[in-house]
C-alpha cells in the first residue's frame, strides 16, 4: 500500500476505519463477543497509543539526562516521528536515548535519515542545547548554501 506522507486523517477516522476493517474480516467466523473483544483490545491500545503521542510533546519536567527516552526532549511529533521511525534509518534500529540522539548529531550523522533534512536537524540540536548538551551547530555539515553577499 502506497504511503502518501502529505495527506493525514483524523486520529477519530483511523480508529473507526480499524475497528470496521476487524468487524468485516471477522464477521461470520467467530462469535459477535469475540468480535466485540477484540475490538474492546484495539480501543484500548489505540488510546495507548495516542497517550504515547500526547507524551511526545510534553518534554521532561526534571533535568534531561542521557539515558532518557528522546520524549524528554520534547520535540514536536514532525521531529520526533522520523526520528524515532525503522524507516527513516534504513531498516536499522532507530535511536530511542537522548544519548544516541547525542551521538549521530556529534557525528555530523542526523541529516544521513530520510526525512531529516537540515531544519529538523537544527531543531533536535536546538532540544539537545536546551537539555544542556554541548551540540554545536554545523551548517556546513548540513549542506546549508552559504549566504552570498
Not at 467467530?30 to 473483544?37: A, D, H, L, N, Q
Request: glycine letters at 10%; hydrophobic letters at 35%; proline letters at 9%.
Amino acid at each position: 500500500m502506497p504511503h502518501d506522507a502529505g495527506r493525514w486523517l483524523p486520529v477519530d477516522v483511523c480508529g473507526a476505519l480499524v475497528e470496521e476493517a476487524i468487524r468485516e474480516s471477522l464477521k461470520g467466523r467467530f462469535f459477535k463477543g469475540t468480535v466485540e473483544m477484540t475490538v474492546i483490545g484495539v480501543r484500548r491500545r489505540f488510546a495507548e497509543l495516542l497517550d504515547e503521542l500526547d507524551q511526545t510533546d510534553a518534554g521532561h519536567d526534571g533535568p534531561v539526562k542521557p539515558e532518557c527516552p528522546i520524549r524528554c526532549l520534547g520535540l514536536p511529533g514532525r521531529v520526533h516521528n522520523p526520528l524515532t521511525s525503522f524507516w527513516t534509518w534504513n531498516d536499522t534500529i532507530p535511536p530511542r536515548t537522548v544519548a544516541e540522539v547525542l551521538r549521530l548529531a556529534e557525528a555530523g550523522q542526523l541529516d544521513g535519515a530520510k526525512g531529516i533534512g537540515p531544519a529538523l536537524v537544527r531543531e533536535i540540536e536546538d532540544a539537545l542545547q536546551r537539555a544542556g548538551f554541548p551540540v554545536e551547530h554545523d551548517d556546513e555539515h548540513h549542506h546549508v548554501p552559504p549566504h552570498e553577499e
